[in-house]
């Protein structure tokens, strides 16, 4: 089941007006409503059900919900034998939601394979809010005092949804992700969602599953009511951590 057509949403609707994710888009793949807002309610509304917004400056704000889903589960992400060997000898540390907006920033910064970004001003705010309040968080890779790579992203219950990472250094964003998957390898996570697919991410382990297995194991997954506090208060050294699969 799709739908020809997108569901306007304005400002004043009650966060949880969305319509069922089976109606989205199959051409462009998951376009499911436009217009609201980015309200801290709507936002975790939507991640809950499997909906995340992704739009360029000067477009109407526009929420998606792709099929099929690209996601981590345990014992999914591929470490490399060169990139054990790295890390082991790695100089860097990982430290969390210390440097929240600067991970932003360099997320949105330009990047050689498109034009411009899809982190707005108003994203920027809005994810800001979340991290305020306790949802959404940076894991940052730190070398000899700058920050090198990272990731953000939002963790409801016991689902980890990414929204961009970034590197300055070789395998940054791989550390950072790396982090990440090994709380599902520990149990604290049960996916990480990656929104849409991308040949680097299938290629450390990421997996293809249909829209409505995602949404229904969220069910579950998003159950928890209170942000996640689990995060280290100090920083960890790469070299220290669990490299080997």
Known sequence: M???RVMWLS?????DRFPPVALALREPDGLLAAGGDLSKDRLLHAYRHGIFPWYDEGQPLLWWSPDP???????????????QRECRRSAAELRFNTAFSDVVAACAGPRRSQQGTWITPAMKRAYRDLHDCGWAHSIEVWQAGKLVGGLYGLMIGTAF???????????????????????LDSGALTVLDCQVVSSHLTRLGARIIPRAEFVRDLASACDGPRPYAGWPDTGLPVADLRWSE
């Open 69 to 83: 889903r690209c996601v981590f589960m345990a014992g999914d992400f591929h470490v490399s034998r060169r990139l």
């Open 161 to 183: 949804f990414g929204e961009s990472m970034f590197s300055l250094q070789a395998n940054a964003s791989k550390i950072a992700l790396r982090y990440v998957t090994g709380l």
């Open 2 to 4: 799709s739908n020809s």
């Open 11 to 15: 400002p004043g609707d009650p966060p």
